[in-house]
Structures are given as structure tokens and as C-alpha cells.
């Protein structure tokens, strides 16, 4: 229980936005090693726009943000990925004119980790499409290969932003599995409005509304309310 | 039919020409989102050094030499001083800076080597016969060197993984560093690459025009009509359309002289006509300013 | 003195400030005069760069499309300058009425480079195409067959001068008018968040069509007072090499603002003018002067006064509120 003491990702107070335009107001969170958590929230909330200040693509206004107890604001990006805060983006978008092969390279030769075989013991599919175009997958396949490029450099955090948007239920089926395999090496944060999942695999919910976190719980009831809440 | 043979290849000379020198501007929008317009400089800059090392060694490949790395210095210089401030910004901030740069650069040329044009000899006078139609070795040369310079920038793109990153990074810079890759250093590189380019270009174009001050300006005309009409952020449209308007200039001007000027401006205007994008363009590109 | 009187004084402060300074030193009228003109034409692409957010690179060709209308109009259909004035100002409406929907659509650099090629092909047009009527680089002459114009006869220099500042007088009022209207707001708001303008209900296409025909005839009518006051044209005025100077200038004044343009007119020809004594060619200070504006002093002179207008304003509200 030492090292739930000190959270692996540690955000008070933050404030951020697009130049002037203010989106998120006072956001505080703890993230602990090991744990899910899932961001829920309508379209415009401003899950994305947290998830892109703490992957240092937006300046914060104000705050802090400490990821291993390293204060992170004002890093590049590329920085905070090598620190191990690898962030998938919403729009699912590979490299489409590179092969699956060539989208993993990149990925390594960042991080210098080579280890395709753990990956794939996680992604079996991936395996078998090496040599196709990366704009030729499908939507799960897509996921399924920036799901693999993030894990490569062994992070400590993953954040997801809505992973299952636009697949079909049995695909959320499989990547749910696929989460609760991934687990067991690093800690996720996702986006997820897909209330099977959620309630599945998150350990705690964050429920954000207009830029402000709203609700937080860890109780399995309450989460189910949260999300329900969300369609209401 | 031997008029044509010519035009043909003075054309692909030109084509040459063009493409070396538009290099940097199609990396500049397409990786970088910025306009790079300084890129004139270090044009006018590898046919000025060419200029002083012919008159002083005789050796045209010696300035062709010190253009390439005297516009990459440049570059270096420019993109890690001055650029780095602007990447992320309006693209006009980019546009202003670099095309500020340029000014400077010319106001500089003219201290040292003066307003009047300056003549620079052809390193070598033989003409090659094919068909009875004599056509300057030289011309033949131009066109080999930047053939080997678009195969040799293909690999690069194509087989290393410096090269795979700068693609990935044309279609989506975010994700490059959301890897974990530094891509600073990915512009630094791709930046001096270009810039060295442009500086060949001028160096091989300098016994083909007078070399003035002003010699940019009429290149950053044709350069950018060859990048809007390739479509911007398209290495593969750049290529293909210095292809089209070398040809354009070349047989245009054949046909009727004023053509050679304005047929690759007409060219452009009606095919962004139908296509806003140009040839081979990206949709997103487009619209440069929101990014 | 409320702000609404002294935002009212000001054209009149500024056309009465230079036409005091044309009497404290006479030697510099040609120079006030130009600042008038100058001032029309950086409020053209002021309309562009500051408020629509268009970056063109081309616009020596408005300049010069209206200097030769004017001639044309002068050299071989009538005599009257105020006429050719009024053929200029058509010109340009007719120009942005014809281009805009073409040019306004490509966004971003395309509208840039396409603008520097259109002015390339202007250039080429006068210098060489139409060389049969525009003389080519020799120039249009045409000051003997202008006719006196009624109450002032503006071919003398010194009524010039006079015409030129009623000009600027009115044109300030309007532009004034403009800023303070919905037309200044919405031009503002389609570069800052064109979504936005689209789902209140506004054609922003049109709005920035009708901003480009502004600024088209500001350049045009800007290019016929320079062709009157000089009694001829020559291609020179249309050149692309000088579609950065106007840009230059609108940044040096402040863009976006009502007054920039007039600041950054005097600013810019008031270092050229001190600079050409000794170098002739000022490509070298435009890109040093630029950056240094771009970087450090992005507001621009008028931007950077009113700044500290508000300032001041502000803290005297405060310490007012304090006893
Ligand atoms: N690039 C941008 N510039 C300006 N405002 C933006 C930008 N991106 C998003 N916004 C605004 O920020 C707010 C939050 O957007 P954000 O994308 O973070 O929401 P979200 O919770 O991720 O929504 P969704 O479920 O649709 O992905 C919205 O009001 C949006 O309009
Ligand atoms: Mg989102």
C-alpha cells in the first residue's frame, strides 16, 4: 500500500484552453500506479482538451501537472511521451502511407524498444498485417496498431482518448479484453462512453462537465450511475 | 521536329531547375506548415558563390559545392534561430519572417557583389547530337543531377527511418511526437536538406541566366506556382508539376514567346479552377492558416 | 473631453497635423502628399491582413490597375482628373467583384502566391502585352491634356495637396465608420472563428467579399491619385518586389486598427526617406524593420499608443475610485 501514497500522475488546479478561450476550469486528479480509470463526459466537455495539456500539446493557463513527481508543464510533447505518457489520439489516425511494419519502426526507433513480441502477445492480429498499407485497416485494426505503438517504450501511463468510437460491439468486446490484458503492464486512462466497458475494467470515473470535473467515484454502483447519466 | 527536340529538353532543364529549388518550399508547407520563402536566398546565393569561384578557380563544380553547404549553414542558422518561433503560429508569421530574411539577404548581396548582373561561363561548351538536333551537354548534365537528387531523396524518404518520420510527419506531426520523436530535430534536418537543394539549384541555373540581386524574385514566382499547382505538402506533385510547367515554359515559349512567362501562371489559375488544391494536394493543407 | 468627442476629433487632427506640418516646413509637401496617398493604400490591404486575415503578396497590382485606368482613361478618352478618379474607383469595384468569389476562396498561402502571380501577369501586361497603349517602361504621359478641375484645380501640386488631404478626410471618416460598424466586428470575427459567425447565420463568404472589394478600391483609388499627382505612370508602381514594403507598413502602424495605416504610411516613408540619403536600395532595413516589428513590436505604433491610452485611462479610473 506504500506506493498508492504518492500518485504516478498528480494534476491540481488546472486551468487551460485554446489561446483565449477557456475550456477547462480547476481540474484536479490523482491517477495511481496500476489503476483504470475512465474519463466520461458529453461532446464538448473537454475530456480531449485535458488530455492534450497533460500530453504538453496545450500550455496550461495555470496549475500543475506532475507526472513520477516531475512537474511536466512547458515539456515538449515528444518529452513527455520519452518520460513514459504515451497518448492516443481521438482520431484515430495511423500513418496511412507507411505499412503496419514501418508505423511499429517509428515507434521504436523512439523509444528504442524493439520488443514487438510482447506487444503481440497482447495484439495477435497485428502479426499477420505487417506488410499492409496502414490507410488500408479497418477502424479496430487502426486502434489495434496505436494501442501497440503507445505500449512500445514500456510507458507507465497510457491515455486513450475514446478508443471504441465508431466500432462495431463486437470489436468493443475484443479491445475490452485487450485492456484488461494491458493492465497488467501499465496504467490506463481512458475516454470511454461505452458503459459495458466502463464498467468492466475502470477502478475509478471521472465525470467532467464543461471543463470541470463534476463527479468522482470508485464505487461500482456510482459508476454505473455516472455513465447512465451521461445518455440522460 | 528538331525545334521541338530542343524545347523538349530545354524544358527538362528547367523542370530541373524548378524542382531543386521548390523543394524547400513543398517541405516547408507539407512537414513544417510554414512558407518558406528564403528559400530564394540561398538560390540566389548558390548562383552568386558559383559566380565568384568560377571567375576566381574556374571550377563551376567547386561553387556548385559551396552553395549547397553555404545554403545549408543558412538553413541551420535561419531554422534553429528564427523559425523555431514561429512553427505553430498563423502561417503569415512565417510567411513575413522568412520573406523578411530573403530581403535582408538580397540587401547584403547587393553590398558585396553589386547591382549589375554577372555573366557566369558554362563549364563546359560541347553539344551532344541525337538526331542531328545539337543540344548543350550541359543542359544533359542539369537534368542528370537533379534526376539523381529526386532518386536519391525517394530512398532517403523511402528506407530510412529518418525519411519514413519525415513522411509520417507530413501527414500528422502530433502523432510523430506523441511517439516520442523529437521533431525539432526531424525539421532541423529536413530544413537543411532543402536549403542545400536550393542553393544547388541556383549554383547549376547560374550559366544559364544573368546573375542579379533580383534573380529570386522571379524564381519564388515560378517555385510557388510549382508547388500550388503540384499541390502543397506533395513531394510526388511538386515533382510532376515541375515537370508539366518546364514544358510549358519551354514549348510555350516556342509557340509564342510571352508564353514562356505566363503559361505556367495561366496554367495553375485554371487548374485551381477545378481542383483548389492543386494536382496531388491534401484537403487540410488547403487552408493553411487554421492548420 | 468624452471618448466619443475625441474619437471624432481625430481624423481632423490628423489631416489638420499634416497640413500644419506642410506649412512649417514647405520643402516637405510632395513627401505629406505621398503620406496621403500611401496612408489610402495601406488601409486597402489593412483591410486584408488586419481585419479578413488575407496575407497578399500581389497587391501592387490594385495599385497599379487603378494608376492605369486613370491614365488610360486621361490619355486617350477624357480630360477631366476627377473623372479618372472616378473610372478608378469603378475599376476596382468591378476587379473585386470579378476576382473576389476566385480569390477569396483559397485560403491561407494560396491566396498569397496566387495574388503574387496576378500581380506578375499585371506587370507583364502593361509592361509588355498592352505596350501599344500603355507605352510600356517608357510610361503614360498624360499632365498636358488633363483640364482644370472647378474650385480647385488639382493639376497644380499645391492644390494637389489639398484635394489629397480632403481625400484622406473623408476616407478616415469612413473607415472609422466602418471599424465601429457590424461590418468591422464581422470582418474580425470570420478570421477569428468563422464556425461560429456561419451557425449565428452570417454568409461569411460574402462578408469577405465585400472586404476585398474594399480594399480593391482603396488600392485602386490610391493608384489613380498617384498617376494624377504625377501626371504619368510606368509598370514600376505594379512591381512584385514592392508587395512586401506595404505589408511592412501596415504591421509598422499596428494592423487590424483604424489609424494604423496612417502611422505606419508616415513611419515607413519617413525611414525611407531618411535612409535613401544614403543607400539606395532599402530591402535590407524593410526585412530588419520587419522582424524587429513582427517580434517585439507586434502592435504596432497607433496599436502601442492606444495601449497606453487605456492603460493610463485605466489607472486614472482607479485612483479616482480610491479617495
Ligand atoms: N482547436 C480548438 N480551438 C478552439 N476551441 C476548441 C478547439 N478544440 C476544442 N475546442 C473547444 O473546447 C471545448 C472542449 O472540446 P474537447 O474536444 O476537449 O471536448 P471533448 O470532451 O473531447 O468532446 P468529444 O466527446 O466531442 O470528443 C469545446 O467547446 C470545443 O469547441
Ligand atoms: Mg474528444
Redesign the pocket.
Given at each position: 500500500m506504500e506506493e498508492s501514497k504518492t500518485p504516478l500522475l498528480r494534476v491540481r488546479n488546472l486551468y487551460s484552453?485554446?489561446?483565449n478561450?477557456k475550456?477547462l476550469f480547476d481540474i484536479t486528479m490523482d491517477v495511481y500506479s496500476g489503476e483504470v480509470i475512465c474519463l466520461v463526459?458529453?461532446?464538448?466537455?473537454?475530456?480531449?482538451?485535458?488530455?492534450?495539456t497533460l500530453a504538453g500539446f496545450l500550455k496550461p493557463f495555470s496549475g500543475e501537472i506532475l507526472f513520477k513527481q516531475k512537474n511536466v508543464v512547458g515539456n515538449f510533447p515528444f518529452e513527455i511521451a520519452l518520460s513514459g505518457l504515451k497518448y492516443v489520439h481521438?482520431d484515430k489516425q495511423v500513418f496511412s502511407d507507411l505499412t503496419v511494419r514501418e508505423n511499429l519502426e517509428l515507434a521504436s526507433y523512439a523509444t528504442k524498444d524493439y520488443d514487438w513480441d510482447r506487444v503481440f502477445t497482447y495484439l495477435p492480429k497485428l502479426k499477420v498485417l505487417l506488410q499492409r498499407k496502414a490507410g488500408l485497416l479497418s477502424g479496430g485494426e487502426k486502434q489495434m496498431l496505436l494501442i501497440a505503438m503507445a505500449l512500445l517504450g514500456r510507458p507507465s501511463l497510457v491515455l486513450m482518448?475514446?478508443p471504441t468510437e465508431g466500432l462495431a460491439p463486437h470489436l468493443i468486446q475484443d479491445l475490452t479484453q485487450v485492456f484488461k490484458e494491458i493492465r497488467k503492464e501499465t496504467t490506463l486512462c481512458i475516454?470511454e462512453?461505452n458503459l459495458p466497458m466502463v464498467t468492466q475494467i475502470a477502478d475509478k470515473v471521472y465525470s467532467?462537465k464543461e471543463?470541470k470535473i463534476v463527479a468522482e467515484t470508485s464505487n461500482p454502483e456510482e459508476i454505473r450511475a455516472l455513465v447512465f447519466e451521461k445518455y440522460l | 521536329m528538331s525545334v521541338w527536340l530542343s524545347a523538349v529538353v530545354y524544358g527538362l532543364s528547367t523542370s530541373a531547375i524548378l524542382f531543386l529549388v521548390s523543394i524547400a518550399l513543398s517541405v516547408g508547407y507539407g512537414l513544417m506548415r510554414i512558407v518558406n520563402l528564403e528559400a530564394m536566398l540561398y538560390y540566389s546565393l548558390g548562383a552568386y558563390l558559383t559566380y565568384t569561384l568560377v571567375s576566381s578557380t574556374g571550377s563551376m563544380w567547386l561553387g556548385a559545392l559551396s552553395g549547397v553547404l553555404v545554403g545549408a549553414a543558412l538553413g541551420f542558422l535561419v531554422e534553429t534561430q528564427l523559425l523555431r518561433r514561429v512553427y505553430g503560429k498563423n502561417m503569415l508569421f512565417s510567411m513575413v519572417t522568412t520573406f523578411s530574411v530573403y530581403l535582408i539577404g538580397i540587401g547584403l548581396i547587393q553590398y558585396i557583389w553589386g547591382l549589375n548582373p554577372k555573366p557566369v561561363a558554362s563549364p563546359t561548351d560541347t553539344m551532344l547530337r541525337f538526331w542531328g538536333v545539337a543540344i548543350p551537354l550541359y543542359r544533359v548534365m542539369i537534368i542528370g543531377i537533379a534526376g539523381i537528387t529526386y532518386i536519391g531523396f525517394q530512398l532517403f524518404l523511402t528506407r530510412t527511418i529518418v525519411g519514413k518520420a519525415i513522411r509520417a510527419g507530413i501527414e500528422n506531426r502530433d502523432h510523430v511526437q506523441s511517439l516520442g520523436i523529437n521533431i525539432y530535430r526531424i525539421f532541423t534536418l529536413t530544413f537543411v536538406l532543402a536549403s542545400g537543394l536550393a542553393g544547388l539549384g541556383g549554383a547549376l541555373n547560374a550559366p544559364l541566366i544573368m546573375v542579379g540581386p533580383y534573380m529570386g524574385n522571379d524564381m519564388l514566382l515560378y517555385a510557388f506556382t510549382t508547388v500550388i499547382l503540384g499541390g502543397l505538402g506533395s513531394l510526388k506533385g511538386t515533382f510532376v508539376s515541375a515537370l508539366i510547367l518546364g514544358q510549358v515554359i519551354s514549348i510555350g515559349g516556342t509557340i509564342w514567346s510571352p508564353l514562356s512567362f505566363v503559361g505556367p501562371f495561366f496554367v495553375m489559375f485554371t487548374v485551381l479552377i477545378f481542383k483548389p488544391n492543386g494536382l496531388f494536394g491534401v484537403k487540410g493543407i488547403a487552408f493553411g492558416f487554421d492548420q | 473631453m468624452t471618448k466619443r468627442t475625441y474619437e471624432w476629433i481625430l481624423p481632423f487632427l490628423f489631416t489638420g497635423g499634416l497640413i500644419l506640418t506642410r506649412y512649417l516646413f514647405p520643402a516637405k509637401m510632395t513627401f505629406i502628399t505621398e503620406v496621403a496617398l500611401y496612408t489610402l493604400y495601406v488601409m486597402g490591404n489593412n483591410i486584408l491582413f488586419g481585419y479578413l486575415g488575407y496575407v497578399s503578396f500581389g497587391q501592387p497590382v490594385y495599385l497599379s490597375m487603378g494608376a492605369y485606368s486613370a491614365a488610360i482613361y486621361l490619355a486617350y478618352l477624357g480630360r477631366n482628373p476627377l473623372t479618372a478618379i472616378l473610372v478608378a474607383i469603378l475599376m476596382g469595384i468591378l476587379v473585386g467583384i470579378l476576382m473576389g468569389p476566385v480569390l477569396i476562396r483559397l485560403r491561407g498561402s494560396y491566396f498569397t502566391l496566387v495574388n503574387a502571380a496576378f500581380c506578375a501577369i499585371g506587370l507583364f501586361t502593361v509592361e509588355r502585352l498592352l505596350i501599344g497603349i500603355t507605352r510600356g517602361n517608357d510610361g503614360l504621359w498624360f499632365r498636358t491634356r488633363m483640364v482644370a478641375t472647378p474650385l480647385l484645380d488639382i493639376r497644380q501640386p499645391k492644390n494637389f495637396f489639398f484635394f489629397a488631404m480632403l481625400v484622406l478626410l473623408v476616407i478616415f471618416i469612413l473607415y472609422r465608420r466602418m471599424d465601429r460598424s457590424v461590418l468591422g466586428a464581422a470582418f474580425k470575427a470570420t478570421q477569428g472563428n468563422e464556425r461560429r459567425m456561419q451557425f449565428l447565420g452570417y454568409d461569411t463568404f460574402k462578408i469577405r467579399w465585400l472586404g476585398f472589394v474594399l480594399a480593391t478600391v482603396l488600392s485602386t483609388l490610391a493608384g489613380s491619385l498617384y498617376a494624377i499627382n504625377f501626371g504619368f505612370v510606368n509598370p514600376n508602381l505594379g512591381e512584385n518586389s514592392r508587395a512586401a514594403e506595404v505589408i511592412v507598413a501596415t504591421l509598422l502602424g499596428g494592423s487590424g486598427t483604424v489609424y494604423g495605416p496612417f502611422f505606419g504610411a508616415i513611419t515607413f516613408l519617413g525611414i525611407k526617406e531618411i535612409v535613401s540619403q544614403w543607400i539606395t536600395r532599402w530591402e535590407l532595413l524593410v526585412g530588419v524593420l520587419t522582424i524587429i516589428v513582427l517580434f517585439k513590436f507586434n502592435r504596432g505604433v497607433w496599436g502601442t499608443f492606444t495601449d497606453l491610452l487605456h492603460r493610463s485611462r485605466k489607472t486614472m479610473l482607479m485612483q479616482r475610485k480610491t479617495p
Amino acid at each position: 500500500m506504500e506506493e498508492s501514497k504518492t500518485p504516478l500522475l498528480r494534476v491540481r488546479n488546472l486551468y487551460s484552453g485554446y489561446g483565449n478561450l477557456k475550456v477547462l476550469f480547476d481540474i484536479t486528479m490523482d491517477v495511481y500506479s496500476g489503476e483504470v480509470i475512465c474519463l466520461v463526459g458529453r461532446n464538448g466537455a473537454g475530456k480531449t482538451t485535458l488530455f492534450r495539456t497533460l500530453a504538453g500539446f496545450l500550455k496550461p493557463f495555470s496549475g500543475e501537472i506532475l507526472f513520477k513527481q516531475k512537474n511536466v508543464v512547458g515539456n515538449f510533447p515528444f518529452e513527455i511521451a520519452l518520460s513514459g505518457l504515451k497518448y492516443v489520439h481521438q482520431d484515430k489516425q495511423v500513418f496511412s502511407d507507411l505499412t503496419v511494419r514501418e508505423n511499429l519502426e517509428l515507434a521504436s526507433y523512439a523509444t528504442k524498444d524493439y520488443d514487438w513480441d510482447r506487444v503481440f502477445t497482447y495484439l495477435p492480429k497485428l502479426k499477420v498485417l505487417l506488410q499492409r498499407k496502414a490507410g488500408l485497416l479497418s477502424g479496430g485494426e487502426k486502434q489495434m496498431l496505436l494501442i501497440a505503438m503507445a505500449l512500445l517504450g514500456r510507458p507507465s501511463l497510457v491515455l486513450m482518448d475514446e478508443p471504441t468510437e465508431g466500432l462495431a460491439p463486437h470489436l468493443i468486446q475484443d479491445l475490452t479484453q485487450v485492456f484488461k490484458e494491458i493492465r497488467k503492464e501499465t496504467t490506463l486512462c481512458i475516454v470511454e462512453q461505452n458503459l459495458p466497458m466502463v464498467t468492466q475494467i475502470a477502478d475509478k470515473v471521472y465525470s467532467m462537465k464543461e471543463g470541470k470535473i463534476v463527479a468522482e467515484t470508485s464505487n461500482p454502483e456510482e459508476i454505473r450511475a455516472l455513465v447512465f447519466e451521461k445518455y440522460l | 521536329m528538331s525545334v521541338w527536340l530542343s524545347a523538349v529538353v530545354y524544358g527538362l532543364s528547367t523542370s530541373a531547375i524548378l524542382f531543386l529549388v521548390s523543394i524547400a518550399l513543398s517541405v516547408g508547407y507539407g512537414l513544417m506548415r510554414i512558407v518558406n520563402l528564403e528559400a530564394m536566398l540561398y538560390y540566389s546565393l548558390g548562383a552568386y558563390l558559383t559566380y565568384t569561384l568560377v571567375s576566381s578557380t574556374g571550377s563551376m563544380w567547386l561553387g556548385a559545392l559551396s552553395g549547397v553547404l553555404v545554403g545549408a549553414a543558412l538553413g541551420f542558422l535561419v531554422e534553429t534561430q528564427l523559425l523555431r518561433r514561429v512553427y505553430g503560429k498563423n502561417m503569415l508569421f512565417s510567411m513575413v519572417t522568412t520573406f523578411s530574411v530573403y530581403l535582408i539577404g538580397i540587401g547584403l548581396i547587393q553590398y558585396i557583389w553589386g547591382l549589375n548582373p554577372k555573366p557566369v561561363a558554362s563549364p563546359t561548351d560541347t553539344m551532344l547530337r541525337f538526331w542531328g538536333v545539337a543540344i548543350p551537354l550541359y543542359r544533359v548534365m542539369i537534368i542528370g543531377i537533379a534526376g539523381i537528387t529526386y532518386i536519391g531523396f525517394q530512398l532517403f524518404l523511402t528506407r530510412t527511418i529518418v525519411g519514413k518520420a519525415i513522411r509520417a510527419g507530413i501527414e500528422n506531426r502530433d502523432h510523430v511526437q506523441s511517439l516520442g520523436i523529437n521533431i525539432y530535430r526531424i525539421f532541423t534536418l529536413t530544413f537543411v536538406l532543402a536549403s542545400g537543394l536550393a542553393g544547388l539549384g541556383g549554383a547549376l541555373n547560374a550559366p544559364l541566366i544573368m546573375v542579379g540581386p533580383y534573380m529570386g524574385n522571379d524564381m519564388l514566382l515560378y517555385a510557388f506556382t510549382t508547388v500550388i499547382l503540384g499541390g502543397l505538402g506533395s513531394l510526388k506533385g511538386t515533382f510532376v508539376s515541375a515537370l508539366i510547367l518546364g514544358q510549358v515554359i519551354s514549348i510555350g515559349g516556342t509557340i509564342w514567346s510571352p508564353l514562356s512567362f505566363v503559361g505556367p501562371f495561366f496554367v495553375m489559375f485554371t487548374v485551381l479552377i477545378f481542383k483548389p488544391n492543386g494536382l496531388f494536394g491534401v484537403k487540410g493543407i488547403a487552408f493553411g492558416f487554421d492548420q | 473631453m468624452t471618448k466619443r468627442t475625441y474619437e471624432w476629433i481625430l481624423p481632423f487632427l490628423f489631416t489638420g497635423g499634416l497640413i500644419l506640418t506642410r506649412y512649417l516646413f514647405p520643402a516637405k509637401m510632395t513627401f505629406i502628399t505621398e503620406v496621403a496617398l500611401y496612408t489610402l493604400y495601406v488601409m486597402g490591404n489593412n483591410i486584408l491582413f488586419g481585419y479578413l486575415g488575407y496575407v497578399s503578396f500581389g497587391q501592387p497590382v490594385y495599385l497599379s490597375m487603378g494608376a492605369y485606368s486613370a491614365a488610360i482613361y486621361l490619355a486617350y478618352l477624357g480630360r477631366n482628373p476627377l473623372t479618372a478618379i472616378l473610372v478608378a474607383i469603378l475599376m476596382g469595384i468591378l476587379v473585386g467583384i470579378l476576382m473576389g468569389p476566385v480569390l477569396i476562396r483559397l485560403r491561407g498561402s494560396y491566396f498569397t502566391l496566387v495574388n503574387a502571380a496576378f500581380c506578375a501577369i499585371g506587370l507583364f501586361t502593361v509592361e509588355r502585352l498592352l505596350i501599344g497603349i500603355t507605352r510600356g517602361n517608357d510610361g503614360l504621359w498624360f499632365r498636358t491634356r488633363m483640364v482644370a478641375t472647378p474650385l480647385l484645380d488639382i493639376r497644380q501640386p499645391k492644390n494637389f495637396f489639398f484635394f489629397a488631404m480632403l481625400v484622406l478626410l473623408v476616407i478616415f471618416i469612413l473607415y472609422r465608420r466602418m471599424d465601429r460598424s457590424v461590418l468591422g466586428a464581422a470582418f474580425k470575427a470570420t478570421q477569428g472563428n468563422e464556425r461560429r459567425m456561419q451557425f449565428l447565420g452570417y454568409d461569411t463568404f460574402k462578408i469577405r467579399w465585400l472586404g476585398f472589394v474594399l480594399a480593391t478600391v482603396l488600392s485602386t483609388l490610391a493608384g489613380s491619385l498617384y498617376a494624377i499627382n504625377f501626371g504619368f505612370v510606368n509598370p514600376n508602381l505594379g512591381e512584385n518586389s514592392r508587395a512586401a514594403e506595404v505589408i511592412v507598413a501596415t504591421l509598422l502602424g499596428g494592423s487590424g486598427t483604424v489609424y494604423g495605416p496612417f502611422f505606419g504610411a508616415i513611419t515607413f516613408l519617413g525611414i525611407k526617406e531618411i535612409v535613401s540619403q544614403w543607400i539606395t536600395r532599402w530591402e535590407l532595413l524593410v526585412g530588419v524593420l520587419t522582424i524587429i516589428v513582427l517580434f517585439k513590436f507586434n502592435r504596432g505604433v497607433w496599436g502601442t499608443f492606444t495601449d497606453l491610452l487605456h492603460r493610463s485611462r485605466k489607472t486614472m479610473l482607479m485612483q479616482r475610485k480610491t479617495p
